[in-house]
Nanobody
Framework: QVQVVESGGGLVQAGGSLRLSCAAS????????MGWHRQAPGKQRDFVAR???????NYADSVKGRFTISRDYAKNTVYLQMNSLKPEDTAVYYC????????????????WGQGTQVTVSS
């Protein structure tokens, strides 16, 4: 019903920057929030950042001051600008959208992308 696709991952040296993009598409009625989570090998999927439809942002403590989340809801797109990257930022980054659909405009569900790999070398 709702497809979520990430892009922009890659290999970068420590201290460098990457900009991730996430586009939601499909039977979208109203997006309530979009955000990013990440998962390193052998670890849980952790929250990174989220932005609501009213531009309220939240960040994990580990990325505050380095990452910035922004949105363009006209394009159903969210971005994650990642600066001062560290090797511990290496993970698969997953985009999440909380959205209602045209078939059910009153109930929000959570949708996940396939992930994009971010690797930070030391």
């Amino acid at each position: 019903q709702v497809q979520v696709v990430e892009s922009g991952g890659g290999l970068v040296q420590a201290g460098g920057s990457l900009r991730l993009s996430c586009a939601a598409s499909g039977s979208i009625f109203s997006i309530k929030s979009m955000g990013w989570h990440r998962q390193a090998p052998g670890k849980q999927r952790d929250f990174v950042a989220r932005i609501t439809s009213t531009d309220i942002t939240n960040y994990a403590d580990s990325v505050k001051g380095r990452f910035t989340i922004s949105r363009d809801y006209a394009k159903n797109t969210v971005y994650l600008q990642m600066n001062s990257l560290k090797p511990e930022d290496t993970a698969v980054y997953y985009c999440n959208a909380v959205s209602t659909t045209t078939n059910n405009p009153t109930t929000a569900n959570s949708y996940w992308g396939q992930g994009t790999q971010v690797t930070v070398s030391s």
